[in-house]
């Protein structure tokens, strides 16, 4: 089965550095990848990670352990315009993903 | 490049009417994927082509739903008759095999069934 988790919403203050976590549970594992997805507009790519460790970008950077079957996103330096949904997929063995249920983040001035 | 491309952006319609959404993917892409996203579900696959071949179409709802690549660059979406609890947004996404941006979502399209 398939089962990925994130907290559901998260509020954090303009300039502020906000984490945001991921678990799954998956048959097959293949990367996985983060998407930004402002209200009323697509997913947009944000990061990917296949291997262990710390992917940087910017004021985005994301962390895998697939041992532990975690992962995080972390924004640094807050801006309003980060106030969005935030979801964690999973590519299988094949080209489909799965996706997390996403958190709604909250930038306050 | 023009990404994906999705048409209509919106459709109201009534219970009982066929609904068809398109897609148009980026040239080049040999995967297209058919997302529906609610509220209360999230993003939901609902099947996915490669090389305009259906692969799984485990997450299509019910025989009223249906979808065709008749071709590299468009795919239909068609619902019928359509009902209610179909109201979503439908998303189409390409991606090219083991591209590591993931997918290109189109715009999607705010399917509404009164």
């Known amino acids: 089965g398939q089962n990925i988790d994130q907290p559901t919403e998260m509020t954090a203050t303009e300039g502020a550095i906000v984490q945001i976590n991921c678990t799954y549970q998956?048959?097959?594992?293949?990367?996985l990848f983060w998407y930004q997805q402002h209200a009323g507009e697509a997913p947009t790519f944000l990061s990917y990670n296949v291997l262990d460790g710390l992917e940087e970008k910017g004021r985005f950077s994301s962390f895998l352990s697939r041992s532990k079957g975690y992962s995080y996103l972390l924004l640094k330096e807050l801006q309003m315009k980060d106030s969005a949904s935030y979801l964690c997929a999973v590519r299988g063995y094949g080209q489909n993903f799965v996706f997390g249920p996403g958190t709604r983040l909250s930038v306050l001035p | 490049d023009a990404g994906v491309i999705q048409s209509p952006r919106h459709e109201v319609t009534e219970m009982g009417q066929e609904v068809t959404l398109r897609c148009k993917p980026i040239s080049g892409h040999n995967s297209l994927f058919w997302y529906r996203q609610t509220m209360m579900r999230g993003l939901e696959l609902l099947i996915y082509f490669n090389n305009n071949v259906p692969i799984d179409d485990s997450g299509m709802p019910e025989d009223r739903f249906s979808a065709k690549m008749p071709n590299a660059s468009f795919s239909t979406l068609k619902i019928q008759p359509s009902e209610p609890r179909d109201s979503a947004v439908y998303f189409c996404a390409s991606s090219s095999q083991g591209q590591a941006s993931g997918y290109t979502f189109g715009s999607g399209t705010r399917l509404t069934v009164v």
């Open positions: 998956t048959s097959g594992f293949n990367g």
